[in-house]
C-alpha cells in the first residue's frame, strides 16, 4: 500500500504533536517531584558542609548510620534559616524560603553592582537580601555524634553560607561552613558546576575538600585570608589551600568566590557580628 506525500506528512505532523503533548504532560506531571529533590539535594549539601553528613548520606559520626532522603529533610528542618541585610549584617524578619537571592539580583531595586576588584568572579550584582544558615546544637541533639565538645557559649555549632560564582566552563554554587564566630573554616562543598571530570569537577573530591576544616577564614581584622593557591605551592598551611592540579583556572575561581561572600561586599558585615569586629 502506497501512501501519498500528504498523507505521510500529516501522518508525521500528528505523531509528533501527540509525543511533544506527552512529553510536556510528564515535564508538568513531575515538576513537583522535580523540584522537590532540587531542593532536597541543596539541603543535603547545606548539612554536608556543616559536617552534619557525608556524601556517602550517612551520619558524620557514624558511617554505618544511613539516612533516607525523607530524614534529610528532617534534619534540616532543624536548622535556623535566616534572612540578612547584607550592609549591615544585621537579621531580618520574614520567611526564609521566599527568598531567593539570584532573583533578588537581578533587579537593581533589590540589589547592587559588586566592587571591581571582585569582578572576576563573573558576578555582576549580589542581592541585598541574603541567606545564611545557622546549625545549633539544640536542634541536632537527637543526632549519634553530636557532643558536649562542640558546643559554643550561644550554642551555634557553625554558620552556613551559600557561595557563587563561575567557574571555567560555568555558574558554580556551593555553600561553605564558618565556625561560630565566622573565623575558621569547618567545611565547603558544591552541588552545581560544569567542571570537567578528572580536572576541574574535583571541587567535589572529597580529599581535595577535606583540606579545608581548620583553616583561618578570616583575619583578625575581619577580612578574608581563605585562597586557594597553586598546586603544590602552599607555604602558610594556616589559611592557604593546595590548588587542583591541572585545573588552575577553576582553583583560582574559586580562590575569587571565597574572597568577594566573606568580603564586605559579601558576607563581611554579618561574619562581624558574630566576631565581635566591628
Known amino acids: 500500500m502506497e501512501f501519498s506525500n500528504k498523507y505521510i506528512m500529516a501522518f508525521t505532523f500528528v505523531l509528533c504533536l501527540v509525543c511533544a503533548l506527552g512529553v510536556s504532560a510528564t515535564a508538568v506531571g513531575l515538576k513537583d517531584r522535580q523540584d522537590a529533590n532540587k531542593l532536597r539535594f541543596k ?15 550517612t551520619i558524620a559520626a557514624d558511617s554505618n548510620k544511613k539516612i533516607t532522603p525523607e530524614q534529610t529533610t528532617e534534619i534540616f528542618t532543624q536548622i535556623r534559616q535566616v534572612i540578612i541585610d547584607r550592609k549591615t549584617g544585621a537579621l531580618l524578619e520574614g520567611d526564609a524560603n521566599t527568598i531567593d537571592m539570584a532573583k533578588l539580583a537581578k533587579s537593581p531595586k533589590t540589589s547592587e553592582e559588586i566592587p571591581e576588584e ?17 546549625v545549633d546544637i539544640k536542634g541536632l541533639r537527637k543526632l549519634k555524634g553530636l557532643h558536649a565538645d562542640h558546643e559554643s557559649a550561644d550554642n551555634i555549632r557553625c554558620l552556613v553560607l551559600p557561595i557563587r ?21 569547618l567545611g565547603i562543598t558544591y552541588y552545581q558546576h560544569k567542571e570537567t571530570p578528572g580536572l576541574g569537577g574535583e571541587v567535589d573530591n572529597p580529599s581535595w575538600k577535606g583540606q579545608w576544616p581548620g583553616k583561618v577564614a578570616l583575619d583578625e581584622t575581619g577580612k578574608p585570608v581563605i ?14 589551600v593546595d590548588g587542583i592540579s591541572g585545573a588552575t583556572i577553576t582553583s583560582k575561581n574559586v580562590s575569587n568566590m571565597i574572597q568577594l561572600w566573606l568580603s564586605d561586599a559579601g558576607f563581611g558585615p554579618y561574619l562581624q557580628t558574630k566576631s565581635g569586629v566591628q
Open 227 to 240: 585562597c586557594v593557591v597553586k598546586a603544590g605551592a602552599v607555604k602558610n598551611e594556616a589559611y592557604e
Open 43 to 57: 539541603q543535603k549539601n547545606v548539612l554536608m558542609a556543616a559536617g552534619v553528613i557525608t556524601s556517602k548520606g
Open 118 to 134: 571582585f569582578r572576576r568572579t563573573m558576578v555582576k550584582r549580589i542581592s541585598n537580601k541574603v541567606l545564611a544558615y545557622e
Open 165 to 185: 560564582g563561575n567557574g571555567l566552563w560555568g555558574e558554580m554554587l556551593g555553600f561553605i561552613a564558618l565556625s561560630p564566630n565566622g573565623k575558621e573554616v
